[in-house]
């Protein structure tokens, strides 16, 4: 058995996964996740700023503490789409060096689309593709995985294995920070309307790159997904359990989403579901899943709790 850590550091979240690998089987020992907002202004500015990177780094310091006392024996902390795009990213490698000890890794798109896809399919993938049965959950392969973050989303296809992937500038932090400006308010029909075209430009390029018509089985995965399906749940509090492998139709999703973005900020923090980190960026997250699932004809979507943190867990096993 080993134990590991993985750390995903994103553009509005940090977290943790501590975990127990041992033949093919990851038991988690400790999940944590802390709202920081790393990418704050990054879309503006192109630099992180020196508020956020402390956020980060006091967050990280407690997961520091939780790995020393955990006995943990290998360690992988990676960044993402703010860090790969913030002029001054050397400012963070060298902060997380100093908590953790050991070399943050600020990945590629594709290498974030291929971990990510590793942590969401893993418990998919039960029979073998290449016989074209259906999974005991119902889910049939070939799988598009879609990771919505705050700066990025990725796109990566396969059955066993990423296929084709790629990442695109689309996230619910990038977008509210350049449509909805901290307003509190609704957005106007035009605003929504040009958040929808910056969608549809992205996906435009996904179409070009990853064959998104051999697809079986569409998996959504991050926060908007899974807040979303919390809320299509009509769960009354967060439950990964329930969570985990729902089925949200496509006009559920729909309807969920223009419900969000008609809605005032204090309305979005009273459902219960609502982490009050997401609450103001819950809208674009909610408009990016609506697009996917309106752009490729997709029915539903398979939410998976397990996702780029797992992939990471998996690789930081491997000697």
């Known amino acids: 058995m080993t134990r590991v850590a993985a750390i995903d550091c994103g553009t509005n979240s940090v977290r943790l996964l501590v975990a127990d690998v041992h033949s093919g089987v990851l038991t988690d020992v400790e999940r944590r996740m802390e709202i920081v907002r790393l990418g704050q202004g990054v879309d503006r500015t192109g630099r992180l700023a020196p508020e956020a990177l402390e956020r980060t780094f006091a967050a990280m310091r407690g997961y520091a503490g939780l790995i020393e006392r955990?006995?943990?024996?290998?360690?992988?902390?990676?960044?993402?789409?703010?860090?790969?795009?913030?002029?001054?990213?050397?400012?963070f490698v060298d902060g997380v060096r100093e908590i953790f000890g050991v070399e943050p890794e600020v990945i590629t798109g594709a290498e974030e689309a291929e971990l990510s896809f590793s942590g969401a399919t893993r418990d998919l993938v039960r029979l073998s593709p290449e016989t074209g049965l259906p999974t005991p959950d119902g889910t049939r392969p070939p799988y598009l995985v879609f990771d919505i973050g705050g700066g990025s989303t990725e796109f990566v296809i396969g059955s066993t294995h990423a296929e084709a992937a790629l990442s695109v500038d689309i996230g619910c932090v990038r977008l509210t920070e350049r449509h909805l400006r901290g307003s509190v308010a609704p957005p106007s029909p035009e605003v929504v309307e040009a958040m929808t075209a910056d969608i549809d430009d992205a996906l435009d390029r996904v179409s070009e790159k990853v064959p998104v018509e051999r697809a079986l089985t569409l998996v959504g995965l991050a926060g908007s997904v899974t807040t979303v399906a919390g809320i299509a749940l009509d769960l009354p509090e967060y439950d990964p359990a329930k969570i985990h492998h729902s089925r949200i139709p496509a006009n559920r999703a729909h309807d969920i989403s223009r419900r969000l973005l008609e809605m005032t900020h204090d309305e979005r923090a009273a459902i219960g579901v609502m982490?009050?980190?997401?609450?103001?960026?819950?809208?674009?997250?909610?408009?990016?899943?609506?697009?996917?699932?309106?752009?490729?004809?997709?029915?539903?979507?398979?939410?998976?709790?397990?996702?780029?943190?797992?992939?990471?867990?998996?690789?930081?096993?491997?000697?």
């Open 70 to 91: 955990h006995g943990v024996s290998a360690v992988r902390v990676v960044a993402t789409s703010a860090t790969r795009d913030a002029a001054n990213r050397q400012d």
């Open 275 to 319: 982490h009050p980190g997401r609450v103001d960026v819950i809208g674009a997250g909610a408009l990016i899943l609506d697009r996917i699932l309106r752009r490729y004809g997709f029915t539903e979507v398979v939410v998976s709790e397990r996702d780029i943190l797992d992939g990471i867990a998996w690789s930081a096993s491997k000697p």
